[in-house]
């Protein structure tokens, strides 16, 4: 809905609209400031509920509290009700405003009324004190710098880098995470010094001090469950109810729709409280292009839909997309999303999504790979998992590997080495590790030859530390896992950023908390039931969707990069970021392990070219946010 930014500890007559410049995109509706003792903020709005009189910062009765709120409150109406009934007055019929005077009535904890996605800034006059806070799934990003009594904060980075005393420095450290799992997990940032406020944490700071706590955490699991026929009950009320609250709109709404499970069912339940909904999808003109059946089911709904299709030229605007994105994702799926955005935001403010589906109700094939590993662990021997089942898999054809991944591309040699590794010591790592061992694009041998001498001394690999939860059984624990980094500093942070490019707000019905909070307590068995993943989604699904449909398999998306091989736009992009020369004066790899990795690409198997995008990538991040240079 909006950019946020400010500081407290210093002064700056001219930063606070410096900052507000560099956020414009994120919100071209208006903009608005507030000044009050060692405290200054701002806004930028994109108005999408009480158009007209939403404008912020917005104020309780006495002007002592101040709110500049980025995001949605779903529950706004409820929550104003409740409110207005204990005496409070409201100025807006904005959402924004019930979070002066919950605050008001009901201190800091109040954040635990909120149904919504939000990073705010509350200042208290009379405590002097700031409140920071994000929403539980951290669908909407906020950002902090901390140093010597001086906080600055913002939506985006770019608008810190605005502080003249904040050094545009790469944390180097953290590069070793982004090869391994193409992101930099939180709190951590790969501009140093700049961190993630996580989702649902707050941050208070009073007379210089500050405190960070989190305020909400995923469920313990039950250790006993109900039938299965009270749990479907429950997820199809809170689907619908979490569907209806996230269409609570003043402009229109459309939907992101694919041809998986999870956006059909969020489409098809939009259809239950709309007569029109307009529908977007993307496509590659590639053999695994879902678009088609995207069309099937939106003409089947009754929906106006669109396929938008990413081309080869849409490479160039990958400098674009990094600048956007601040939060280097090694991934050329950025792209497509950028794209899909671009277009979406020509007819409408507001999209939903099925994103965080996956997460809660265990529909990626990796989680059927970890549990069938530790099934077959149970009743396999070390000995003889090492002594006779490794040795036949690396005899087994690759092409046997790509059917057991369930994956749409080619894995090819690199592919099948990855998989000997993990099935050879899976049984020396921890699950995170080994979950990380999965989805990693390079392995820790592969990340040691890359760096050169000097940024080996430099490299951590802290971020491997996250400790496994120790309560739940395999998929419960792996599924927190996710839900606490890959979801958040990944999938989340690359849809708020794409669709904030272009004045777009993405809402996620699936992350609403009761969901999820409902999601966590159910039985594996309703998530995963053999070879069935998302039972409980597919079982609803029979009510709302063609059989095909709720039957279908998920085809994990992905941007074909062996579709676009060999074009030039992309080969530019190669020979500009991983020039040998390039390389060196950056120091952190070998020249010549760079150039065997690119070479490696003409065998258009897909984790080499996915190891050289995500380096196309990271040098892109450098020359656009360390090297200020202007590329689009």
């Known amino acids: ?14 930063l606070l609209r410096r900052m507000g410049h560099a956020l414009a995109h994120r919100g071209p509706d208006g903009e608005g400031y507030f000044r009050c003792g060692p405290l200054s903020m701002g806004t930028r709005r994109l108005s ?33 009700k409740e409110l207005q009934a204990r005496g409070h007055r409201f100025a807006t019929r904005s959402d924004t405003e019930v979070l002066v005077h919950a605050y008001e009535e009901y201190g800091a904890d109040f954040l635990e009324r909120l149904n919504g996605m939000f990073a705010f800034a509350l200042y208290d006059v009379h405590r002097g004190e700031l409140l920071l806070a994000r929403d539980r799934a951290g669908q909407k990003p906020l950002y902090y710098h901390q140093e010597n009594g001086r906080l600055i904060f913002a939506s985006e980075v770019k608008a810190i880098l605005e502080a003249s005393h904040v050094q545009r420095r790469c944390n ?14 939180q709190p951590d940032t790969l501009f140093e010094g700049i961190r993630v406020l996580p989702a649902a944490h707050r941050l208070r700071m009073r007379r210089g001090q500050v405190q960070v706590e989190r305020y909400w955490d995923i469920p313990p699991a039950r250790l006993s469950f109900g039938p299965e026929r009270g749990y479907l009950e429950e997820f199809e009320a809170r689907f619908l109810d979490a569907v209806k609250l996230t269409m609570r709109s003043d402009v229109p709404v ?46 089947h709904l009754g929906c106006e839909h669109e396929n938008v299709l990413c081309r080869p030229e849409d490479f160039r605007r990958l400098p674009q997309v990094v600048w956007h994105l601040e939060r280097p994702i090694g991934d050329a799926l950025i792209l497509a999303y950028f794209r899909l955005a671009e277009e979406a935001s020509r007819h409408a403010k507001v999209v939903l999504s099925g994103e965080g589906a996956d ?64 099935l050879s010591r899976y049984e020396s790592r921890t699950l995170n590790q080994n979950y990380v061992a999965l989805r990693a694009l390079f392995d820790c041998e592969e990340r040691g030859r890359l760096y050169t001498q000097a940024y080996r001394d430099l490299a951590t690999d802290d971020w491997q530390a996250q400790p496994d939860q120790e309560t739940g059984g395999i998929l419960e624990r792996l599924l927190r896992l996710q839900f ?35 999601a966590f307590r159910m039985p594996p068995r309703l998530k995963l039931r053999g070879l069935v993943d998302k039972y409980i989604e597919r079982k609803f699904a029979r009510k709302l969707l063609p059989p095909a449909n709720a039957r279908r398999s998920k085809n994990p998306f992905y941007l074909p990069l062996e579709h676009f091989r060999g074009n030039p736009e992309l080969d530019d992009l190669v020979r500009l970021t991983l020039d040998p020369d390039r390389v060196r004066r950056r120091g952190y790899f070998d020249p010549d392990q760079v150039r065997h990795l690119v070479a490696r690409m003409d065998r258009g198997e897909f984790l080499d070219l996915k190891q050289v995008l995500s380096l196309v990538i990271l040098e892109l991040w450098h020359m656009v946010f360390i090297d200020k240079q202007v590329m689009w």
């Open 48 to 80: 999408i509920i009480d158009v007209a009189g939403g404008d912020q910062p917005i104020f309780n009765e006495d002007r002592t509290v101040a709110v500049c709120f980025n995001g949605e409150i779903y529950n706004y109406l409820e929550l104003t």
């Open 359 to 422: 997460e809660l109700f265990a529909g990626y094939s990796f989680h059927k790979i970890i549990r069938w590993t530790e099934v077959y662990r149970r009743y396999v021997p070390g000995l003889l998992n090492r002594g006779v089942t490794v040795p036949l898999l690396r005899l087994a054809p690759v092409d046997l590997l790509d059917k057991f991944f369930i994956y749409p591309a080619h894995l090819g040699r690199k592919g099948k080495a990855k998989a000997v590794d993990y």
């Open 254 to 299: 459309a939907a992101y729709l694919s041809g998986g499970i999870d956006s059909s069912l969020v489409v098809a339940a939009m259809r239950q409280f709309t007569d029109k909904l307009k529908t977007f999808s993307i496509g590659f003109g590639s053999p695994i292009d879902e678009t088609g059946q995207a069309s099937e089911l939106a003409a």
């Open 172 to 185: 180097v450290r953290a590069i070793d995470s982004y090869l391994a799992l193409r992101y930099v997990p």
């Open 1 to 14: 809905m909006c950019g946020i930014f400010g500081f407290v500890g210093f002064d700056d007559p001219t």
């Open 484 to 518: 606490n980094d890959w979801l958040q500093d990944n999938l989340l942070l690359r849809q708020d950023k794409n669709t904030m490019a272009h004045s777009l707000e993405l809402r996620a019905p699936f992350l609403d908390h009761n969901l999820i909070e409902l």
